[in-house]
């Protein structure tokens, strides 16, 4: 299967798992799993072809991990990035002391005044690496990387989770905990 596919049924099934799964018809439940016979189906019948096979390469080569099989395979999720209103039950865990968060500079002066929050998203997305954050600020235009003092956070009884595929998720970031790099 070419590259160019296998991308293409990623941004999808990130678009039906996270965003907006009544688009072909599933439903997600309150951890955000769903069927994997149901996905399959639906997806084909909103004309996009979708073997179990291809599902199962999508999900292991994914340049991010997106996507997580529970044990026996029978069901999936994102493992983070959703919009829509589910629990992935992550437990809080103390992060690296310092943590990074990529943005674009037409955002800087409203994340200066309120701090990073997490907008249509569960949570802050933040990365340990300052190559991954400035990959993240890009999609968003000319990049700004933020560092986050997050030992100090940690301190201070904020709590911070893992996903699955290694985002380290937050709820807000006041402003004195951030530096521009
Ligand atoms: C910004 C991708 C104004 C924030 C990535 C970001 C990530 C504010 C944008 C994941 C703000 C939200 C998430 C404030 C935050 N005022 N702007 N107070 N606080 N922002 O896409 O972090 O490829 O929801 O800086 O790798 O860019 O989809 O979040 O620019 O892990 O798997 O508001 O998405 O993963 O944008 O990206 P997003 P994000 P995937």
Redesign the pocket.
Known sequence: LPEKEIVRISKFL?LVLRHRPEKIGISLDENGWTDVTTLIQQVNKNGVPLSREVLKLVVETNS?K?FAFNADKTKIRAS??HSVNVNLDYTPQTPPAILY????ER?LK??L?????????HH??L?TDVV?AR???Q??GKPVILRIDAEIMTKNGYLFYLSENQ?WLTDHIPTEYLQIV
């Open positions: 990130s991010k997106r983070q990035g968060h990529g943005t674009s955002h409203s994340i005044a309120t701090g990073l929050q997490k907008q249509n998203r802050v997305h990365s991954t990959n993240v600020g999609r968003h985002v």
